[in-house]
């Protein structure tokens, strides 16, 4: 694995880094109090222009691989680039490269028509709209995705949706046209991963109902937001059936994966600046009579964070490269490790950084306290640990199971077992 950065990787990230220090940092405080003022639900337009100024600088889409409408980066360069937006709340956004229209675009790009293509992605691209991803449902256990209950019904030439959802990220949105759905159409198949279709519902429509835009820890994400909406009677046209019915926990799989890594990506971005910002604020405040940074204590969180931060940096690398050579689905335990890995390694970077700052910490006046309540949604957005820990085990057993059990995972041949008189044999330690 070969994980230095092409000279095309260093020159986007170096410009990538020049925008930030010039347009994002400086405008985080005035961006936040245009969104305080009047309509929390409006865009700002100091964002309007920060974007056309990205786009100017041909800093635009990114995330999108292998793909004439993007950069044409892969998994494994878009990664440090990505992981500097992950630094500011407002920078995926002034990209084009934000959740969840990456993961929207993306499926649109994979799955869609070309007509469907021409009417939602090409906007998409453009940034003339956004969009919102609607999956977890209230009633139902959601981490287990067979078990989402919203109605998909063939009726004539046009499907009607009925259904209650939650936690769809952008539905808020004043700006959002387009909603991709799961729903069941054949609740009935005895296959429970082919009773699910994904469909596409313009926006506005009449039937569905933005009921309230839901808080993480108290911060709303306006003017973006996470939103409950309500379906009643939707109809829209068999068209906006995307790739075909029973082909949902397909498209879900195969948007879920890039959509995984990228929020560990942003992640690790997030905890560096914690731990930049707890470096700093520990070397000039003093304590006891001497720097806080002086403090053992202080010095072992420190190298922690930076401990915890490289291991999550490069099993994201290493997620990121599988997902290139040998494809989404072969990476499928690296992306649930780092999964997990990464959002436990911010919250815990940040929560240090928020105890070295004291009682500024948990203010919003330098970010951390939005910052971790961030990383902890991410233990649950897009499949709870819980759910990322039995895959990895049910993996890696499977390497222990059955004919097929000689030639496993990454970490290659499994030796046999050595039997019971070596088994049993005590291990001494010096």
Not at 115 to 133: E, M, N, T, Y
């Amino acid at each position: 694995m070969d994980f230095d950065y092409s000279p095309k990787v260093l020159d986007l990230k170096a410009r990538l880094e020049a925008f930030m220090a010039e347009h994002i940092y400086p405008n985080e405080s005035l961006l936040l109090a245009e969104i305080a003022t009047g309509d929390r639900w409006q865009a700002p337009a100091l964002m309007e222009d920060i974007k056309r100024a990205a786009r100017a600088a041909g800093l635009w889409n990114l995330w999108l691989p292998a793909s004439e409408r993007g950069a044409g980066l892969t998994n494994l360069e878009y990664a440090p680039l990505c992981e500097v937006m992950g630094r500011s709340p407002f920078a995926p956004e002034a990209f084009n490269c934000s959740a969840p229209d990456t993961g929207n675009m993306e499926v649109l790009e994979r799955y869609g028509t070309e007509a469907q293509k021409q009417q939602w992605l090409l906007p998409l691209l453009d940034g003339r709209i956004r969009s919102a991803f609607a999956m977890t449902e209230p009633d139902v256990a959601s981490s287990d995705a067979t078990n989402v209950a919203t109605s998909i019904r063939r009726d004539g030439a046009d499907y009607v949706i009925n259904g209650r959802k939650w936690w769809t990220s952008g539905a808020p949105d004043p700006r959002c046209r387009i909603m991709i759905v799961m729903g069941k159409t054949a609740p009935d198949n005895p296959d429970r991963h082919r009773q699910q279709s994904m469909i596409l519902v313009p926006l506005p429509h009449p039937g569905v109902t933005v009921k309230r835009a839901l808080p993480v820890f108290g911060y709303d994400d306006a003017p973006h937001g996470h939103g409950e909406v309500m379906f009643e009677n939707v109809r829209v046209p068999a068209d906006n059936m995307l790739l075909g019915e029973g082909r949902g926990f397909e498209i879900a799989q195969g948007r879920l994966g890039p959509g995984r890594i990228h929020h560990c990506m942003r992640l690790i971005g997030l905890a560096e600046r914690a731990l930049e910002r707890m470096c700093r604020r520990t070397l000039t405040r003093v304590a006891f009579g001497r720097a806080v940074a002086e403090q053992t204590v202080t010095q072992e969180r420190i190298a922690e964070s930076r401990i915890l931060i490289e291991q999550a940096r490069l099993l994201t690398l290493k997620a990121a490269d599988m997902m290139d050579k040998r494809g989404n689905k072969a990476a499928a335990a690296e992306i649930a490790m780092i999964k997990v890995a990464a959002p436990n390694m911010a919250c815990r970077v940040i929560d240090w950084a928020i105890q070295a700052f004291g009682g500024a910490g948990v203010t919003e006046d330098y970010g951390l306290a939005q910052a971790y309540a961030t990383a902890r949604m991410l233990r649950l957005a897009d499949g709870p640990d819980e759910v990322h820990r039995n895959q990895i085990a049910r993996l890696e057993l499977r390497r222990y199971q059955g004919p097929e059990s000689l030639t496993g995972g990454s970490a290659g041949v499994v030796p046999p077992d050595p039997g019971p008189a070596m088994r049993d044999r005590p291990v001494w330690i010096a």
